[in-house]
Structure formats: structure tokens, C-alpha cells
């Protein structure tokens, strides 16, 4: 079931040959992005621990601050929704976040596979709590073929 909703959610991107996709397994997300090697991109994420316990979806457009060789810098921000939340008369606005991170070439050889590593503070949408998250995952970037 995982592998069929995870072909749904890259089938679009992919077809844009430069999109990202990226794991993180300490806190269960799976990461779609446009071109994270361009100066803006576009980043979305789902839990993908429970399929209906939380269908809790971040959408965050990143802002690269520094782009090298072998990693790329990035700032962002976002909104946290869970569609599931409208079922208990819940906002289904959950919070914003911050985020600062890098997704890092660890492997000249493989240089479409980084390392990501992410900090965010998170908010609830009320500002009355909130949580820092630290994110480690695994990306692979999509190539662009060439057209002969």
C-alpha cells in the first residue's frame, strides 16, 4: 500500500525531471520537491507512519542560501494540514514551522543521493505550544534526461 501511494505522489514530479525525493525514517516523513537545485523550490511532505490515524501534510516553499558542488544550504517555511482533523470539528490547520537545513552530496560517485538534515521550530496554529524537530533522511534528485 505504501509503495502504491508513494508512486502516486512522485508520478507528477517526476514527469518535471529534476524533482527530489526524500526519506525521513526518525520521523516517518516522505519528502516530494521540485528542483532543489534552483534558487526557489517547492517542498511537500506526508507522514507516512499511519494511513489513517493522521494524514498530517506540510507544504513549504525553500529558499536556497548557499548552493556548492556537493550541498545546498536552504531556508523555508510552512503549513502543517491534516485533512482528518475536519472529521473531529478540528481545524484542519495544524501549525507553522521554520526550517533551516542542507541536503549534502556524501559520494562524489552517486551525486544524485544526499544526505538530508533539517532544524524546525514548529508552532501549533494557536502560537499556545510548539516543538523543535530535527530531521535526518536519505534524498535522491531526478535527472533530466537528455534528448538526443
Known amino acids: 500500500m505504501k509503495l502504491f501511494i508513494l508512486i ?16 525521513y525514517p526518525f520521523n516517518s516523513f516522505l519528502s516530494v520537491s521540485s528542483n532543489p537545485n534552483r534558487a526557489a523550490w ?13 494524514l ?3 507544504l513549504a ?5 548557499r548552493r556548492t558542488t556537493t550541498a545546498n544550504y536552504y531556508v523555508g517555511v510552512s503549513a502543517r494540514f491534516n485533512a482528518l482533523n475536519s472529521l473531529a470539528d478540528a481545524d ?16 562524489t560517485i552517486l551525486p544524485n543521493v544526499r544526505v538530508a538534515f ?15 524537530y530535527s530531521y535526518l533522511g536519505v534524498a535522491y534528485q531526478f535527472n533530466k534526461k537528455s534528448k538526443l
Not at 512522485?10 to 526519506?23: D, E, I, K, M, N
Not at 517547492?42 to 493522521?54: E, K, M, P, Y
Not at 516553499?61 to 542560501?65: F, R, Y
Open 61 to 65: 516553499p525553500m529558499i536556497n542560501v
Open 118 to 132: 533539517e532544524l524546525s521550530p514548529f508552532a501549533r496554529a494557536n502560537f499556545k505550544s510548539g516543538i523543535f
Open 8 to 23: 502516486l505522489i512522485l508520478a507528477p514530479f517526476t514527469a518535471f525531471g529534476q524533482a527530489s525525493v526524500a526519506y
Open 56 to 58: 498530517s501534510t506540510t
Open 42 to 54: 517547492f517542498d511537500a511532505r506526508v507522514q507516512t507512519n499511519t494511513l489513517f490515524g493522521s
Open 92 to 107: 484542519v490547520l495544524e501549525g507553522y514551522g521554520l526550517h533551516v537545513g542542507v541536503r549534502v552530496v556524501p559520494l
